[in-house]
């Protein structure tokens, strides 16, 4: 009878120390009797854990996924839901895991037995880390390749074989966009209207129809690309043998634990900025630079009637932040109990978006450059979805003196890996799954675990949090609405008991 009784107010007020202890206490009674776990290991040093987490939120989804999404969904316009959906949802889940794994101090997929109902999103979040895991190796493996070509032509020669027509991948419509003093091009009237046409190896084609060394290197000697997805084709065994590098690569930078991995990041979350740098350096004393970056900025406003956009906005965040995998929960739990992980979220948040911004001036500075050695539009060049920085950032390389040596850091192993590809890239690890996947986090912990208890939490690890607090109660706080999904979840309407 005294239990039915219980004081809210006391309950809401229970400390941290206690839900950790009850915490435990659950792990250890449905636990099989093994030996304890060793103690949880912790960072070096706080720069440790910034530049670890720098290191997840700010990788391929930077430099690669961003400019191409960029350009498909209206340039600068795509700025408009990006920025909105950072400040509304991408900044407070970031600050809200972080502080999570700080609080309990266990990983992603044993953080959500505070609330066994929902102990099904951890095992959501390990499938989707598999799936994402596959992916992002996918396309290490193409910059490795990358990289041992790159070698060898160090060894062999200065040219590197996306720098010419010369080779026996080339099709006959190849021509070097950066030596056309041989192309001789007209006008020719057609039924259509004007038509521009070139003579390339004594055959007249269509400026359309022209292909540069750098694409078709990519589509046809490095993917060999088949014709569509039911057309698998053999294996790529050199792309095969990356793979196998990359993998071991992985392990090796993680085998020690958390502090070995923590000077690993030093290498690999700062060298890309000095890589990026060089490029867009490079990249705006080109030709044609300014009307790619116009590109970039100029906003398309028709484009935000488009739900794809919002979706492919909302997503971009998710993915680039690392949102929902478990990760963040798992890096935050190796902080000490009192650090200021707020101001680290804040930090970690400006500089991701900062460098998507920055790696987005890098790839569209030399798709305008590449665009008027073509004589294309810039549109048209940069139509190439996923692929789009396997062309320009191999163009760029080309540019810079001893080409051979700056190209190592460019970055599915069958010849229709790429539909396979993209397929992930839709459905498997960003859309609709990640959003499901992190509405039912926040529904976790505002209402499972408690809102007021977690606020709690952060009082307890960073002080008073103040207007903090206000703003997470605003942007998380679904406590209020829980009639009604409690219904619609087909779930009893009866109230969780606090651990």
Known sequence: MAETSRDPELAEAENIDEVRAALNLMCASTAPKKKPLPERDSWSSKLDFILSVVGLAIGLGNVWRFPYLCYKNGGGAFLIPYFLTLFLAGIPMFFMELALGQMLTIGGLGVFKIAPIFKGIGYAAAVMSCWMNIYYIVIL?????????????????????????????????????????????????????????????????????????????WERRALQISEGIEHVGGVRWELAGTLLIVWIMCYFCIWKGVKWTGKVVYF????????????????????GAMEGIHFYISPNLSKLKESQVWIDAVTQIFFSYGLGLGTLVALGSYNKFTNNVYKDALIVCTVNSSTSMFAGFVIFSVVGFMAHEQQKP??????????????????????????????????????????????????????????????FECIAISWAFGVNRFYDGIRDMIGTPGDTSTKMKLLVRIEEDVPSLRVKMGLPAVELSPL
């Not at 960003?430 to 992190?438: K, Q």
């Open 141 to 217: 493996a193409w910059a490795i390749f990358y990289f041992f070509v790159s070698m060898r032509s160090v060894v062999t020669t200065t040219v590197l074989p996306w720098a010419s027509c010369n080779n026996v991948w080339n099709t006959k419509n190849c021509i070097n966009p950066y030596n056309r003093s041989s192309l001789h091009c007209w006008d020719q009237i057609s039924k259509s209207g004007v038509v521009k046409m070139c003579s390339v190896n004594s055959v007249n084609v269509s400026v359309s129809e022209l292909s540069d060394p750098v694409k078709e290197f």
């Open 268 to 287: 690999t979350a700062l060298f890309p900025y000095v890589l990026l740098t060089i490029l867009l350096i490079r990249g705006i004393t080109l030709p």
């Open 378 to 439: 810039v549109a048209e060049v940069a139509a190439s979805g996923p692929g789009l920085a396997f062309l320009a950032y191999p163009s760029a390389v080309l540019q810079l003196p001893g080409a051979p040596l700056w190209s190592f850091g460019l970055s599915c192993i069958s010849q229709g890996g790429m539909y396979v590809f993209q397929i992930l890239d839709s459905y498997a690890v960003s859309g609709f799954c990640l959003l499901f996947l992190i509405f």
